[in-house]
């Protein structure tokens, strides 16, 4: 990016009002049901010697010890049995095996991260907490922002010195800002939208979902799993697998709004 696009901050904080930059390629993962084809205002920053954030947490508590629990122990079978062969298979083991050794869980701790947003309703959504992440999945951690440059600014100050740090904000959709980094091999993505956490379709998306793995039982994890290996993005999978047709990240939003009751009585035929 040219140093003309890029904003000038001092002491680490933005001074002024995010400026449009002429990449559009950002880090944030937009969902069709959140519209596409957003510009991005670019607050990148990269670091030639990265250290870890500035913030620290105490010990996160498990439940189970690393990789024990039942659904762990299931993907990681479901890894081995789906993993892709030849020389992407080795990096696929290679990866779940650091995902082992250092959990997202104490990467999270370590950076802090919810900590330093805890004024911004911070949520872990995505397929980590569900138990179906594979190799390269990262951290995702949806927040409440009403103010884009006061988030923007707390989130610069406490991590610009991670690894691969970069922060953006669209120029659509409610300006939301989008920011990651690397701790311990595991990407962080924090996201910051100025609705609640519970209205955005990250959350929304992870509810479905949540519920759905909790309703139909151990079947549909391994479907959605397969469907992952085989290239699938979690909402598509989650479609395909309970039979939606249609736009997968509109259809599971609609199924999101069902009760219990209602969402019991339409997968019934699903269980496994």
Not at 91 to 98: F, I, T
């Amino acid at each position: 990016m040219s140093d003309t696009a890029r904003p000038h901050f001092r002491s680490g904080r933005p001074n002024g009002p995010l400026r449009s930059s002429s990449s559009t390629a950002g880090t944030a993962k937009a969902s069709s049901s959140a519209g596409t084809g957003f510009g991005y205002q670019d607050l990148r920053a990269r670091q030639d010697e990265p250290e870890l954030g500035t913030a620290r947490s105490k010990s996160a508590g498990e439940a189970h010890p690393s990789g024990t629990s039942p659904a762990s122990r299931y993907r990681r079978r479901q890894l081995q049995r789906h993993a892709p062969f030849g020389p992407d298979r080795i990096r696929w083991v290679e990866m779940d095996a650091r995902m082992q050794d250092v959990t997202y869980e104490t990467a999270l701790a370590r950076s802090g991260a919810l900590e330093v947003l805890a004024a911004y309703d911070p949520h872990i959504v995505g397929t980590l907490p569900l138990d179906i992440a594979i190799p390269g999945s990262d951290i995702d951690i949806a927040c409440h922002a009403p103010d884009p440059l006061a988030f923007a600014s707390a989130v610069w100050t406490a991590f610009a010195s991670c690894e691969r740090f970069s922060i953006d904000q669209w120029v659509g959709g409610g300006r939301p800002v989008v920011a990651s980094f690397r701790i311990l091999d595991w990407d962080i993505e924090i996201f910051g939208a100025h609705v609640p956490v519970r209205e955005q379709p990250a959350w929304r998306h992870f509810d479905i979902e949540r519920r759905l793995l909790d309703l139909v039982g151990p079947g549909l994890r391994s479907d959605v799993m397969q469907l992952r290996l085989a290239g699938l993005k979690t909402e598509p999978a989650f479609a395909a697998a309970i039979g939606l047709k249609g736009d997968a990240y509109v259809k599971l939003l609609e199924l999101q709004t069902l009760s219990d009751h209602e969402l019991a009585s339409m997968t019934a035929s699903l269980r496994l």
